[in-house]
């Protein structure tokens, strides 16, 4: 593995932690000041890490709420530039009523790998 890839499943697992957690300030920092993410089953799009964060704050608030885990599968570094693209798949901890499959694009600033974007798809 190289070291974009250990780095960027680090941050996964934050990122899955702070989930199952309920720790919005958490993902904020896993977050590229600009972000986008397409959700999974709306094709919604979130822009922004401010915009990000108040959607898993108010996530976090119904008791009922999924927590989404996602697993990478693959890690795939730029040889040209300081971006990775990571594939995986997702699934909600509680149940089997929600999984996917997910990719993410990476980028390595200022020392710290951040999502750039994100895209989702619901298949179950």
Same mark, same amino acid.
């Given at each position: 593995?190289?070291n974009?890839?250990l780095a960027?499943r680090?941050?996964?697992?934050?990122?899955? @932690?702070?989930?199952? =957690?309920? *720790?919005?300030?958490?993902?904020?920092?896993i977050l590229? +000041?600009?972000?986008?993410?397409? &959700?999974g089953?709306?094709?919604?799009?979130?822009?922004?890490?401010l915009?990000?964060?108040?959607?898993w704050? @108010?996530e976090?608030? =119904?008791? *009922?709420?999924?927590?989404?885990?996602?697993?990478?599968? +693959?890690?795939?570094?730029?040889? &040209?530039e300081?971006?990775?693209?990571?594939?995986?798949r997702?699934?909600?901890a509680g149940s089997p009523?929600?999984?996917?499959?997910y990719?993410?694009?990476?980028?390595l600033?200022?020392?710290?790998?951040?999502?750039?974007?994100?895209?989702?798809?619901t298949?179950?």
């Amino acid at each position: 593995m190289t070291n974009a890839d250990l780095a960027i499943r680090s941050r996964r697992a934050a990122f899955n @932690r702070a989930i199952a =957690h309920g *720790d919005a300030a958490a993902i904020g920092p896993i977050l590229a +000041r600009d972000c986008v993410m397409v &959700t999974g089953t709306d094709s919604a799009v979130i822009a922004g890490r401010l915009a990000q964060v108040k959607v898993w704050r @108010r996530e976090f608030e =119904h008791i *009922d709420r999924l927590v989404y885990v996602r697993t990478t599968e +693959r890690v795939e570094p730029s040889p &040209t530039e300081p971006l990775a693209m990571e594939y995986g798949r997702w699934r909600d901890a509680g149940s089997p009523r929600a999984f996917g499959t997910y990719c993410a694009k990476w980028r390595l600033s200022e020392g710290t790998w951040v999502i750039e974007a994100e895209i989702f798809i619901t298949l179950g």
